[in-house]
């Protein structure tokens, strides 16, 4: 099995866009969907996207939606979030985790599976 957050996390100036990429095996995808979260110092836990292997269902936080994009590349077994007009309330730790397959069919994006990357650190500020 193979789950890990890759490149994409950093420093960008408010506006400014970035790509989050994770990997998770076949047999991941199999069970469950793949969902992106975030933490920022003090905050709770966030569902920002999350996306369904099975169907094109696809979940945004009101946070976010219009400005980021989450995406799969079933060749490759990768889960894209691209993230454009970043404010600094987007800075947070990002969590590339496995999420419920029924949560984004309801229209939710919760973990579920107890898969998650490494997180990547994601910082807007100018």
């Known amino acids: 099995l193979r789950f890990s957050s890759g490149s994409g996390g950093g420093l960008v100036q408010p506006g400014g866009s970035l790509r989050l990429s994770c990997v998770a095996s076949?047999?991941?995808?199999?069970?469950?969907?793949i969902g992106w979260f975030r933490q920022a110092p003090g905050k709770e836990r966030e569902g920002v996207s999350c996306?369904?292997?099975?169907?094109?269902?696809?979940y945004y936080a009101d946070s976010v939606l219009g400005r980021f994009t989450i995406s799969r590349d079933n060749d490759k077994n990768t889960v894209y979030l691209q993230m454009n007009g970043l404010k600094p309330e987007d800075t947070a730790v990002y969590y590339c985790?496995?999420?419920?397959?029924?949560?984004?069919?309801?229209?939710?994006?919760?973990?579920?599976?107890?898969?998650w990357g490494q997180g990547t650190l994601v910082t807007v500020s100018s």
């Open positions: 985790a496995t999420a419920s397959k029924k949560g984004v069919q309801d229209g939710t994006c919760f973990p579920h599976g107890n898969w």
């Open positions: 076949e047999f991941i995808w199999e069970y469950y969907a």
């Open positions: 996306i369904s292997s099975s169907d094109d269902r696809l």
